[in-house]
C-alpha cells in the first residue's frame, strides 16, 4: 500500500522557516517523483516543487524560488521542503504527490500539513 506522510506544519511568524518532511512507503522510491502542492483557502491547488529522486532533479515554481528548496533522503525515503523568509501568502495546506515516473499525473497523496505565517 502505498502511503505518504507530511510532517512539520507549524504556526510561525512571518520572517521565520520551516522544514516540511514527506516520508513515503509501499512503492520503489526511485521510480517515482514526488511532488509538493499547497492549497490556500479559497484558492486552487498549485504546485510548489517536484523532485526525481533517482537523479536528484528538481524543479522550484518561480513564484517560490530563492526560498523554498526541496530535497530527498533516499535512504530514508523521504522528501523535504526547506521554506525560509516565511510570507503570509505561505499559507496552507502543502500536500506531498507521488507518481512513477512514466506517468504524467500525480496518483497517490498525502494527507497535509498545516502551514499558517502570521503578520
Known amino acids: 500500500e502505498v502511503q505518504l506522510v507530511e510532517s512539520g506544519g507549524d504556526l510561525v511568524q512571518a520572517g521565520g522557516s520551516l522544514r516540511l518532511s514527506c516520508t513515503t512507503s509501499?512503492?520503489?522510491?526511485?521510480?517515482?517523483?514526488i511532488a509538493w502542492f499547497r492549497q490556500a483557502p479559497g484558492k486552487e491547488r498549485e504546485a510548489v516543487s517536484c523532485?526525481?529522486?533517482?537523479?536528484?532533479?528538481?524543479w522550484i515554481a518561480d513564484s517560490v524560488k530563492g526560498r523554498f528548496t526541496m530535497s530527498s533522503d533516499n535512504a530514508k525515503n523521504t522528501v523535504y521542503l526547506q521554506i525560509n523568509s516565511l510570507k503570509p501568502e505561505d499559507t496552507a495546506v502543502y500536500y506531498c504527490?507521488?507518481?512513477?515516473?512514466?506517468?504524467?499525473?500525480?496518483?497517490?497523496w498525502g494527507q497535509g500539513t498545516q502551514v499558517t505565517v502570521s503578520s
Open positions: 509501499g512503492f520503489t522510491f526511485d521510480d517515482y517523483a
Open positions: 504527490a507521488a507518481r512513477p515516473r512514466t506517468v504524467p499525473m500525480y496518483t497517490y
Open positions: 523532485i526525481t529522486p533517482s537523479d536528484g532533479s528538481a
